[in-house]
T-cell receptor, first 109, second 116 residues
Framework: GQNIDQPTEMTATEGAIVQINCTYQ??????LFWYQQHAGEAPTFLSY??LDGLEEKGRFSSFLSRSKGYSYLLLKELQMKDSASYLC??????????WGAGTKLIIKP | SAVISQKPSRDICQRGTSLTIQCQVD?????MFWYRQQPGQSLTLIAT?????????ESGFVIDKFPISRPNLTFSTLTVSNMSPEDSSIYLC?????????????FGPGTRLTVL
């Protein structure tokens, strides 16, 4: 079957760095996405990786290793507004998104 | 990106009734999807709304319960039929723009449904 694993919850301190990991097993691979979802709101797109390596976008970076079925989202200089759930999703061979359960990130002052 | 609106934003309904949720996009899009997200859970795909033909439903979802229309490339509706309290959830419309290298999905604001 298809599976996406990510930690349920993480806690970090304002100003620090946090890495949220995602491992996946899917039938085929057409890219990996990270979304941010604040409580009560719709998910918003953060990043897309289809080739191995690191993609950097301001304070957020996303890494992919296709051979290991592994990705991480790195958040630097954490701000209180970064408190949210972070969803990892993989597009399979049918171009369908398989979603992880999300990681709830709690930022403490 | 795409600007997506949904109506209604929230509703409280009685058991046994039906609710139709509308999704409007500000540009023509290739793919439109309907998701459900129950409290504290991740997204579950209900179906892909196909323009001009019947929607493609995921396992566990059927047309009689969740009829979908997509009359054109900018609009779709999802109906939740014969509702029960288990249907209480957030329903989200999402789209992809179909550009090369642009497979990301953009989401509407969601419809929060409570069934009593």
């Amino acid at each position: 079957g298809q599976n996406i694993d990510q930690p349920t919850e993480m806690t970090a301190t304002e100003g620090a760095i946090v890495q949220i990991n995602c491992t996946y097993q899917t039938s085929g691979f057409n890219g990996l996405f990270w979304y941010q979802q604040h409580a009560g709101e719709a998910p918003t797109f953060l990043s897309y990786n289809v080739l191995d390596g690191l993609e950097e976008k301001g304070r957020f970076s996303s890494f992919l290793s296709r051979s290991k079925g592994y990705s991480y989202l790195l958040l630097k200089e954490l701000q209180m507004k970064d408190s949210a759930s972070y969803l990892c999703a993989v597009m399979d061979s049918n171009y369908q998104l398989i979603w992880g359960a999300g990681t709830k990130l709690i930022i403490k002052p | 990106s795409a600007v997506i609106s949904q109506k209604p934003s929230r509703d409280i309904c009685q058991r046994g009734t039906s609710l139709t949720i509308q999704c409007q996009v500000d540009s023509q899009v290739t793919m439109m999807f309907w998701y459900r997200q129950q409290p504290g859970q991740s997204l579950t795909l209900i179906a892909t709304a196909n323009q001009g033909s019947e929607a493609t439903y995921e396992s566990g979802f059927v047309i009689d319960k969740f009829p979908i229309s997509r009359p054109n490339l900018t609009f779709s509706t999802l109906t939740v039929s014969n509702m029960s309290p288990e249907d209480s959830s957030i329903y989200l419309c999402s789209v992809t723009l179909g550009r090369v290298g642009g497979n990301e999905q953009f989401f509407g604001p969601g419809t929060r449904l409570t069934v009593l």
